[in-house]
């Protein structure tokens, strides 16, 4: 068993770890990026990239159903799922196979290994191909172990008839009907990538509403394109458990206070994501964790035991793949000896359901239970000339500003493209912007982004091409 030693050890190659990896090899840092499974971790293995390759997919295909309205008539569209599971797999091969390629050239030594603490500054590398076991010894240890699905009691995860968000994202045939457990981001993106490609859809949501902690404004915009596609939402409801019968599944929930049953092809379970805080010896080290097994850190992403960080889904909400990455660079520039710290005044999240629903900042509510006056700005894809263009006119842009000041404190976005124009709401809100940068600001014509700029233009009531309720001053 032999020994290496290293200024910095990063344990998960995902979004967290290899960009962490990668900083550190253009610093400077001796490191060495250490993965027991694929790289590029859940988001391009299992997670961010697979499913949005097979969203873009759907969306092609539904367009393609409408497209005789724009004068286009090409045959009736037809889904071949293997086919389409096997251009996925291609993106996802390519993407992954860039990240070694890009750790090894800034410098980093890159590992497949499983990682196991023997202590605080200690790494025990096991192979599986058999080959010797390493100990690395680093000054500086970054965690970015990741997440895996929440498994709920009665619907223990089987790969077939109850599936997590892996597995679904495997499927090779498109199932009749799909019950999902849980009506956060995942399962409706999930959901309703199966929905229009001809599955029929259940939703059986614990909450008052689907997607928590989104706008609800927006969330309202993706019911009603559930509910038109010819899905169910039940919200209130508790799912129970589910049984095999007469060839199908069979989910048993108790809704209304009454106990109501689906059937269906396969049960999407997506209830949430748990922190991997377990299994590779982190009880040896001294690290502090919460109940839920998340790791705490300070600004710094430093634990309680110096020289060890944590980065991504395991330090907890919220766990997007972009948060994580910002975390990993940052980190790696603390043990480079600069003095950053993490603080983002907002991370921009991204719903890639129909029609997709993006925000960055605060909600109304929110921005009220801290004591503050608002005023909203609000410009509906209806009226957009660009979004007449190329078909998809439902949603709004909605701009949340101080009332006192009209400095902008949140935007949501639900309609077309809304994950790429939410980039432009992230940047006046980390800059702190007020609703006349925006509004003065000449975005091109015609574009989706126009929406933004006469958004901001309402909440100030200076809109053009909508009517103000607020009068100009």
Known sequence: ????????????AGTGGYPCA?????????????EKDKP?????????????????????????????????????????MVQMQVWKSGIVKKLTGGVQTLVKGAGTTYVKATAEFLDAHRVKLTYSDGKPEDIVEAEHIVIATGSLPIEIPGFKFDHKRVLDSTSALDLATIPKRMVCVGGGIIGLELGQTFQRLGAQLVVLEGLTRILNGVDLECAEVVARQIKKDGGQIHTGAKAIGWEERNGEAVVKAEVGGKVVEFPCDVILVAVGRRPVSQGFGLDKTGVKVSQRGFIEVDSRLQTNVPGIYAVGDIVG???????????????????????TIND????????????EIASSGLTVEEAEAKGRK???GKFPFVVSGRAMAIGETSGFVKIVTDAEDDRVLGVHIVGPEASDLISEAALAIEMGAYAEDIALTIHPHPTLSEAVMEAAKHALGEAIHIGNTKRSH
Do not use: W
């Open 40 to 80: 590029g971790g859940v988001c391009l293995n299992v997670g961010c990239i697979p499913s949005k390759a097979l969203i873009s997919a759907t969306k092609l295909y539904h367009k393609a159903q409408h497209a005789k309205d724009m004068g286009l008539s090409f045959g009736q569209p037809a889904v071949d």
């Open 22 to 34: 990668i900083r550190l090899g253009q610093l400077g840092v001796d490191a060495m990026l250490v």
């Open 374 to 376: 608002t005023n909203v």
């Open 1 to 12: 068993m032999a020994t290496i030693k290293k200024k910095a050890l990063v344990i998960g």
């Open 344 to 355: 983002a005044r907002q991370i921009p999240n991204v719903v890639f359901t129909e029609p």
């Open 317 to 339: 909400q919220p766990m997007l793949a972009h948060k994580a990455s910002h975390e990993g660079e940052v980190v790696a520039e603390v043990i480079a000896g600069k003095k």
